[in-house]
């Protein structure tokens, strides 16, 4: 990318060749070139694709063995090893080890994706939608997109989506390999995992051991995976050039200043004083019990992660240096556009399109985020409830006119989570629902003809307390029998979370119908047509937003200056023991505590790296250029939080545990031995 490119594209950080979450498909290998005498080939780069994978629930990971091994971030895996987990075996504070193929244990809801291919169908998505109002285009578009996705998934091991990338300037469809049955082979203790707890969270130095080991199994037997990330013997030193592969969530660095005002102005507080509101009721309700304490502690754990990304990503948007710079490429792409009489006649008017679906965006936001986004309604049976109503509903319906998550293309992930085993605990059910309820209510008002057709009479414990304790969706066995007996089945259900989901349902979906046709038909029109300017002003060459699919980033392992001080870009296992008070959250499982003699102190820990990522990237794999593992990113530190909207390389930093932390741990104080030999290169064995 040409410096003056990026410049202009996100001038509110200096450009550096660094910054990027690049597709496989449009990776800058002469630049990599240009900047480190490397220059990924598309053999490298099929390899490094094959050996990646997506945990469907929202994390990254690689293959580390031939035998289906995977590597990820123990707050990855989090959900899994507490949903495994009961109160007379507790993972997640005792840690797990399988020390048998037969001891590996299955997650009730993880799913893991291979990237097999990458198709351009952006002509055949325009054929459809050509000439037709905005709203008409949506709805083109999502029946095409629905008929793209089947026609690709050509079984149920087969998961494909059409992605909109550049604000949909390009429509792209990945294609992955699907794998369900995904078995839990190691996890340390969490308080190792997660050492420091929310202190040191986005923040360096670390000292986090934060990575699990998961195992793919197709077909009963583990999958054999001839693509896969060896170890680096000697792992990183500081300059090195290395390599992040993985699925970044979602950036917004091409958005407009109507929809970055809009995030600053409302999205970012109602998440932020929403989700600190429910971390308050989660800590209130851990004080009850160890039992209550240990059910909790994964939601807990994910709001204030949460609520501390928000916070960063807001303050950014609070900086006046980085909104005036924004304004200004801004005003200067629109005096491009205007510019020249063929793009003003074609693009000119975009800008006032978005900032109009901006006035109805805020008009709507409120209402749609409780009553169809969830926000009003924090229950796993209430989930259950309403995914039931609407299979019920939908799936009768032709293909392409359903709601996008229930085409025939989305059947196997919500059939796996419909009949998941996870457990569901019905005192910390009522405790949400009520909270959620009641905010509810609070947000929209006690007049809203909604909340009153929903709460009638009752207070929102009773209404909590009558649907919990009057459900059966706890039960597996009971969804997947209304989920197998369709609308029959669910019309002659007394359950009472179906009764309420049903009677929110006609409200929601009124939301939902709302918010399709006024805001989100109106901005994916303005933002194809956005896309098509930068094209034509700044050519193809540009990185898009993140959209959770598989990017790689490349970088260096480097600390920075703060505040005037230097930060270096590794931390070692022995600052662990001089950071612990035997406190939490900076207390050391035993484990490490009877291991300490025996391990080498000056092993590097956590390192810092320049390499550009977000949310999502969480358990990417970190390489070097010979495709051989040196870390697994966990986070960043706290200037990366605004890189969401931007990236500067004096200050950003991605953070990964090494990877020779990772094997000295698994030695000395695991005792690992079966997972340290299936690590080994196949002519080490």
């Known amino acids: 990318m040409a410096p003056v ?6 001038p509110h950080f200096p450009l550096h060749a660094e910054e990027g979450m690049w597709t496989f498909n449009n990776f800058p290998s002469a630049q990599v070139r240009k900047e480190h005498g490397f220059a990924p080939s598309a053999q490298w780069l099929d390899r490094v694709r094959l050996s990646s994978v997506r945990l469907a629930t929202g994390c990254s990971a690689s293959f580390v063995s031939p035998d289906g091994l995977v590597l990820t971030n123990h707050h990855c895996a989090a959900t899994c090893i507490q949903q495994l987990s009961t109160a007379a075996k507790d993972y997640s504070a ?11 244990l299955r997650c009730p809801e993880e799913e893991v994706n291979i990237l097999t291919s990458i198709t351009d169908v952006t002509a055949r998505l325009a054929a459809k939608t050509a000439a037709l109002t905005d709203k008409a285009a949506n709805e083109a578009r999502k029946a095409e997109t629905a008929l793209i996705e089947k026609e690709c998934s050509t079984s149920e091991s087969v998961r494909c989506e059409v992605v909109p990338l550049y604000g949909g300037g390009v429509y792209d469809l990945y294609q992955y390999q699907r794998y369900q049955d995904v078995r839990l082979v190691f996890a340390p203790e969490k308080s190792i995992a997660f050492f420091g707890g929310d202190p040191d969270n986005f923040m360096f130095p670390r000292y986090d051991l934060d990575m699990s080991l998961l195992r793919v199994y197709d077909k009963g037997q583990p999958l054999k995976t001839p693509h896969h990330f060896t170890f680096s013997p000697s792992g990183a030193k500081e300059g090195e050039l290395t390599f992040v592969t993985g699925h970044p969530g979602s950036t917004n660095r091409l958005d407009t200043m109507a929809m970055l005002e809009t995030d600053r102005d409302l999205v970012k507080p109602t998440v932020l004083f929403h989700l600190s509101e429910y971390r308050g009721l989660l800590a209130q309700f851990q004080t009850r ?6 059910v909790s502690e994964d939601d807990l754990f994910g709001i204030e992660n949460s609520i501390k990304a928000y916070k960063g990503e807001f303050q950014a948007l609070l900086e006046p240096s980085l909104i005036g710079q924004k304004r200004a490429a801004e005003r200067d792409f629109q005096n491009r556009v205007n510019a020249r009489p063929e793009w003003k006649k074609l693009y000119g008017g975009v800008w006032a399109s978005i900032e109009s679906a901006q006035r109805r965006f805020r008009q709507l936001y409120v209402p749609h985020k409780y009553l169809e986004a ?3 309604f924090r229950s796993d049976l209430y989930r259950h409830a309403r995914r039931l109503v609407r299979m019920a509903a939908e799936y009768p319906k032709p293909n392409g006119e359903r709601l996008e998550e229930y085409a025939d293309a989305r059947k196997p992930e919500m059939a796996q989570i419909t009949t998941s085993k996870a457990p569901i605990y019905p005192e910390l059910e009522i405790e949400t629902l009520t909270f959620s309820l009641t905010k509810l209510r609070e947000a929209l008002g006690a007049d809203d003809p909604a909340v009153r057709q929903l709460f009638g009479k009752r207070a929102p414990r009773e209404i909590a307390t009558d649907a919990v304790t009057g459900s059966r969706l706890g039960d597996a066995s009971v969804r997947k029998a209304l989920m197998e007996g369709g609308q029959a089945a669910v019309a002659a259900s007394g359950d009472s979370m179906i009764a309420l989901a049903k009677l929110v349902d006609p409200v929601a979906r009124k939301l939902r119908k709302q918010w399709e046709d006024e805001v989100e038909s109106v901005l994916v029109s303005g933002q194809e047509k956005l896309a098509k300017a930068r094209f034509a002003v700044y050519g193809k060459s540009i990185y898009p937003d993140a959209t959770f699919t598989l990017r790689l980033s490349y970088g260096a392992v480097k600390g920075w200056m703060e505040n ?3 930060v270096p870009p590794f931390t070692i296992l022995g600052g662990t023991f001089e950071r612990a008070t035997g406190r939490f959250p ?7 505590l009877k291991s300490q003699p025996e391990m080498n102190l000056s092993t590097p820990f956590n390192m810092a790296t320049t390499n550009d990522i977000i949310g999502g990237n969480s358990g990417s794999p970190m390489i070097n250029r010979d495709a051989q593992l040196v870390g697994l990113i966990f986070d960043g530190n706290i200037h990366s939080l605004g890189g969401s909207y931007g990236f500067d390389p004096k200050l950003n930093r991605a953070v990964a545990v090494d990877s020779r932390a990772i094997l000295e ?5 695991y005792g690992a031995r079966r997972i340290l030999e299936e690590l080994k290169p196949a002519g080490a064995r």
């Open 5 to 10: 490119l990026l410049l202009l594209l996100i």
């Open 289 to 294: 019990g160890e039992e209550q304490r240990r």
């Open 665 to 669: 741990t698994l030695d000395k104080v």
């Open 374 to 376: 969830g926000y009003g």
């Open 586 to 592: 900076y207390a050391l499982p035993e484990s490490w």
């Open 564 to 566: 005037g001080t230097a």
């Open 94 to 104: 005792d840690g797990f080890q399988a020390s048998a193929a037969g001891d590996e």
